[in-house]
């Protein structure tokens, strides 16, 4: 009798005594948008990514969205951004009502090559959207180089990557701003959805401020159409909660990647890169050309398994307006990316049988 592996754990495990505690704190005070607890968890959250503004929102998606719109993108404008992320990445850039540009994968890295950015930058670019990607930084050097050089904004997609790090420097501290999801399966998540928008120039936490609650400036004055989209009280207590034990759990993560880096090195599977110790380990994904043949038998050992992702976004119907992109290497990875089980609870004997199984194939 072998233990099932599932894919990921969602119930609360040592933190659920205190989530009941932030959970009932939110009740007992009666206040529930927009009140104390998130103005603490932005404050909290802002000193554990060291950025100097955070600005709680509904959803990663609507951080991006949001944070595009305070730097006046929209209409008429171009942004670059990755050919393999969550397709929300992409959607975020359509809702403003700008067009998103797909660029390739670095082969190894799988995240914006700068080189296909560079010739992609038009008049028409506003921005470039990096994604770090399965919590490994995108090569932010050379991304923060080109933004610069052709004076387009920069703003990081870090749903993926909370506490992560590029040379030394953490993420969200390359671009005008960033958006993070607490969404339930990221590093740091919710019981529900939540996000936010992390900038370092404040008017561009001002004008996010005032998207957030329908594009209010002032008392019975707003200037802008916006939807609503706060992080909620229970939410933002819940987060608080969960951000003392992020780093432990990150440091577990990277604990788990070192195991199925070590007992998997000459496998018939390709291994991520590691290419930063920054890396936060939000997947785990392997390659092989035989992926749905990997994954039948993984299945068949009772181990579950996802793919990330499965389509590149230029492939999906909602982005046939967007400029026809040729993404051969995005393409090509589609096909062969599985995601191992990877989250902090798991424990060594669940990846040892992971292991073990993919040796065994
Ligand atoms: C999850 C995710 C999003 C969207 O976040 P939501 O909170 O689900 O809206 C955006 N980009 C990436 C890379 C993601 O992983």
Redesign the pocket.
Known sequence: MTTPVRWIELRPGEDADAIRAAIDRVIERGWFVLGPEVEAFEAEFGSATSSRHTIGVA????A?ILALRALGIGPGDEVITTAL??V??AQAIMMTGARPVFADLDQERLTLDPDIVANLVTPQTAAILP?H?YGQPADMPALAALADRHGVALVE?C??AHLASSNDAPVGSFGIAAAY???PT?NLGALG?G?AVTTRDPAVADRVRQLRVGGQVARDQHTDAAPHSRLDEVQAAILRARLSWLPGWTERRRELGQRYREGLADSAVVLPPELDPGHVYHLFPVRSDRRDELRQHLRAADIETLVHYAVPMPAQPAFATAAPAACPVAEQVCGELVSLPLYPSLDDTAVDRVIDVIRAW
């Open positions: 959803s990663g998606t609507d991006l992320s969550a929300y990445t994604v990607l997609d749903a993926q999801s607490f969404y990221k959805d996000g």
